[in-house]
């Protein structure tokens, strides 16, 4: 799973997408690597759940949508109403690495949402709220 925020920052994995979408600069985007990722403000709301309801044990804390980082990219461009020219689409192979990374990085959160009743924010709802806090007269 891969944390994303509603705000931008160097450490939110959607920030340099956003770069990517505005023509800033060039975003790689794997094809093949899946991910879970999950908004930092639900992790810390769910957090506060569980303490609230007295609930304590090992939970995953992950976004409900499986996606790959390339359908990822997609959908902040498309949010952000702008074209795939930024995006560089590839494949965990064609980069070197010291070890090999396998292609799902995802977790289940069924845990933690049937015990709390809990609703992870929808990829889509997070990434239309990130555009708004970042550009509010669009």
Known sequence: SKIMS????????????????????????????????VFAEDISR????AIE?????????????R????????LVCKTWGASLRGIEEIGLSEIPALEERGPFHTLSNEKIRGVLNFQF???????????ARCEPHS
């Open 53 to 65: 309801r007295g609930v304590s044990g090992i939970f995953h804390l992950a976004g409900s949508e």
């Open 6 to 37: 509603l705000s931008l920052h160097p450490r939110n994995m959607l920030t340099p997408i956003v770069f990517a979408a505005r023509g800033e600069r060039p975003y790689r985007a794997f094809r093949d690597q899946f991910i879970t990722p």
């Open 121 to 131: 924010t929808s990829l889509e709802q997070g990434i239309k709220d990130l555009r």
């Open 46 to 49: 769910a957090i506060v759940a």
């Open 67 to 74: 996606v790959s980082r390339l359908e990822l990219a997609r």
